[in-house]
């Protein structure tokens, strides 16, 4: 869905670099979803933010992956020392309200070389 | 634990020919449930969703899926496939009435179309 922005689209790094990856919601939303789609795979729920908190982060891996949501600005995902086996795209969603259903941004594609 | 299963990872269809992508499900108790389409590169977009209410839910593109509670199934059907429908398919559940979208999803069909 075209309100929900995220970038960067494409983003390369090196084994042990830093991440992070960024998401506007919808207009008016202050909660947003992250997910993960490995390569061949679905997408794997993640974590859930509304703004200053973490409602629900059972999907992360518990380590160098964290995420957060801040009164002003985007949220961002943010993983750190990067491993080859982070690559994916990963995806934010907004969810619809009372209408039970998400709208995804395009995705942030990680490859980590 | 909850889970969607798409049997079919890839099909191929001919163009103007029919199609139904399999999607079955467990779960709790009769969730949210949801159809995705994803092209290449591309976020996912809602086809279609089902709360309650008419198990044969229309969508867009064309598309509908019925809902069989005793099959615990959601297929999506298209009478006649066009080339621009070649992308890959997700069939997602999700819990009712609260407020949360934790959606799991399937692997995904891969959907070809031949001319």
């Known amino acids: 869905n075209a309100g929900v922005m995220q970038n960067p689209r494409h983003l390369v790094r090196r084994r042990g670099q830093e991440a992070r990856l960024r998401c506007s919601p919808m207009k008016g939303h202050s909660h947003v979803y992250w997910y993960r789609q490995l390569p061949e795979e679905g997408l794997k729920f993640m974590v859930y933010?509304?703004?200053?908190?973490?409602?629900?982060e059972s999907g992360m891996p518990k380590e160098r992956f964290s995420a957060e949501f801040p009164k002003e600005g985007p949220s961002i995902l943010r993983i750190q020392q990067v491993v080859r086996g982070d690559s994916a795209a990963y995806f934010c969603?907004?969810?619809?309200?009372?209408?039970?259903?998400?709208?995804f941004g395009e995705g942030s594609r990680l490859t980590v070389l | 634990a909850q889970s969607v299963t798409q049997p079919d990872i890839h099909i191929t269809v001919s163009e103007g020919a029919s199609l139904e992508l399999r999607c079955n499900y467990s779960?709790?108790?009769?969730?949210?449930l949801f159809w995705y389409v994803q092209s290449p590169g591309q976020g996912l977009q809602l086809l279609l969703k089902?709360?309650?209410?008419?198990?044969l839910v229309q969508g867009i593109k064309g598309f509908e899926a019925e809902f069989k509670r005793s099959q615990s199934s959601f297929n999506l059907r298209k009478p006649s496939v066009h080339w621009s429908d070649a992308a890959e398919y997700f069939c997602?559940?999700?819990?009712?009435?609260?407020?949360?979208?934790?959606?799991?999803f399937g692997t995904g069909t891969r959907l070809l179309v031949s001319p």
């Open positions: 969603a907004s969810p619809g309200i009372n209408t039970g259903e998400l709208f």
């Open positions: 997602a559940v999700g819990p009712q009435n609260t407020g949360f979208q934790k959606l799991v």
């Open positions: 779960y709790g108790a009769t969730p949210y």
């Open positions: 933010l509304q703004k200053e908190n973490i409602i629900d």
């Open positions: 089902y709360f309650s209410g008419d198990t």
